[in-house]
Every structure is written in C-alpha cells, then in structure tokens.
C-alpha cells in the first residue's frame, strides 16, 4: 500500500470523511502518535489492515485534479495499481504525476526488473562509478616516471573512462528530457542541458587526449575509403544534442 501525501493540513491528510471510516479504522484515526500505548497500538495496526478497504474510494480518483496539481492525499493498493509489461521482460506500475502546489514536478512508480536486467540510471550510476576509480588510478600512475609503452596504456584506460562518463550523462539527460517533454516541468529540461553540457565536455576531453595519441585511419565501407575517422569530428553532433534539448517541445 503507497501512501502519498500532498495535502497542507496534516489533520486530514487521508482525506476520507469521519463518517465512511469503520470505527476501528475512525478510532485509530484520532489516536495521538505521542501516547501510544499497547492497546493503541493494536488498534493501529488493525486500522492499517483495513485500510486498503477504506481507500478505495480514494484510490479511485487521481492524485492530480484537472490541471495537474497535487493538492490532496491519495492511497493506492499496489495491487490494484495498473500492470504494464516492458519489452525487457519486467513490469511497471504508474502511481501519479503531477505538480506540487510549490511547482516542482512529481512523478512515482514502481518497476519490477527482471534478473539480471537494470533500468538506464543505475547503469549510469555504475558508469559514473567505475569511469572515476579508472581516472584516480590512472592520475595516480602519471604522476610517476612511467615508460611510455605504460603512458600509451594509460591513455587508452583515460579515453575509455570518459566515454564511460559521456555515456552516464548522457543517459541521464535522456530520462530527463523526456520527462520534461511528458511533464512540462521546465527544471528536468533544464537538467538535461546541464547534463549534455557535461557530455561536451567529456567528449572535448576524449578528443584531447586520442588526438596527441591515434592517427587518423580511414573508414572503410564496401572496400571503398569514406572518409577518416578521429574522435574530435564528432563533438559538433555531441554540441547538437544540447540544441535539440534547448529546442525541445513539452507534449503538455
């Protein structure tokens, strides 16, 4: 059972009329948190059991009102929550979204992942993990008098770990710009400008670092040279999703 509460007056935060509560449930209600006692505290734990019951009335009606504030409280059986099967296998459960009466967009579900599958943010916060252990290490290793068949090595390992930290913000800021585009909320577009700020910069990063190190090779496509390849030639698409994300159109 999630509860969810928006509303401003802490005395009728369930938001269900005295009158349609069981009187175990109406009982439990009106019981001081502050002076608990074991009988109290029985009928509380009764009350929440029947509460699923009580709430459904609640859990009928969405948490948002018409223009898509949350301004009052809201149970929902999670249960009874609508399924919604993912291609990767899992399912997922949209509880609410909408904007709370200070502005800021909320939106909560609940997402069952299968085995071994994870959502794009934790393998962004994984990326991020691992991309700053391999730059302390190889800071670490530079920092020494090193031959340079190892500096050549440590390059490699410093190119690949900004990519990794390229690839977390770009995730990143892939989930927030669509959801502002389904919210409207104008901070999540904002962060997604933030975020692929961060990816030119990764991006500027990688394109110094292969530029004293790799040659420029030639594509090779149906046995014919295309054109040649370098890291650097592809920071001006890099600088093109932070104009795609400036220009973006929220769908509300």
């Known amino acids: 059972m999630i509860l969810c509460d928006f509303g401003r007056d802490a005395d009728k935060r369930y938001q269900v009329p005295e009158k349609k509560?069981?009187?175990?449930?109406?009982?439990?209600?009106?019981?001081?948190?502050?002076?608990?006692?074991?009988?109290?505290?029985?009928?509380?734990?009764?009350?929440?059991?029947?509460?699923?019951?009580?709430?459904?009335?609640?859990?009928?009606?969405?948490?948002?009102?018409?223009?898509?504030?949350?301004?009052?409280?809201?149970?929902?059986?999670?249960?009874?929550?609508?399924?919604?099967?993912?291609?990767?296998?899992?399912?997922?459960?949209?509880?609410?979204?909408?904007?709370?009466?200070?502005?800021?967009?909320?939106?909560?579900?609940?997402?069952?992942?299968?085995?071994?599958k994870i959502s794009p943010l934790m393998l962004a916060d994984s990326l991020e993990v691992d991309s700053r252990e391999v730059r302390m290490l190889v800071e670490q290793l530079k920092s020494k008098s090193i031959p340079p068949t190892l500096a050549c090595e440590l390059d490699d390992l410093e190119t690949w770990a900004y990519l990794s930290a390229y690839f977390a913000d770009k995730l990143r800021a892939g989930v927030a710009l669509q959801t502002f585009r389904t919210s409207g909320e104008k901070s999540q577009q904002q962060k997604a400008i933030q975020l692929l700020t961060r990816c030119q910069a990764h991006w500027a990063r990688v394109s110094e670092i292969t530029r004293g190190h790799y040659q420029e090779v030639?594509?090779?496509?149906?046995?014919?040279?295309?054109?040649?390849?370098?890291?650097?030639?592809?920071?001006?698409?890099?600088?093109?999703?932070?104009?795609?994300?400036?220009?973006?159109?929220?769908?509300?």
Not at 92 to 97: N, T
């Open 218 to 252: 030639p594509y090779i496509d149906d046995g014919s040279d295309a054109s040649t390849f370098s890291w650097a030639k592809f920071l001006p698409q890099v600088e093109r999703d932070i104009t795609i994300a400036e220009q973006s159109i929220s769908k509300r």
């Open 21 to 116: 509560m069981p009187a175990i449930v109406r009982s439990a209600y009106y019981v001081g948190m502050n002076n608990l006692n074991r009988r109290d505290l029985c009928i509380g734990l009764s009350a929440f059991a029947a509460l699923s019951s009580v709430m459904a009335e609640a859990q009928a009606g969405a948490a948002a009102g018409p223009d898509g504030k949350l301004s009052k409280s809201v149970v929902f059986n999670y249960d009874q929550l609508p399924v919604k099967n993912n291609a990767n296998g899992g399912t997922g459960r949209q509880v609410l979204s909408g904007t709370l009466a200070t502005g800021e967009f909320v939106e909560v579900h609940e997402t069952t992942l299968p085995a071994g």
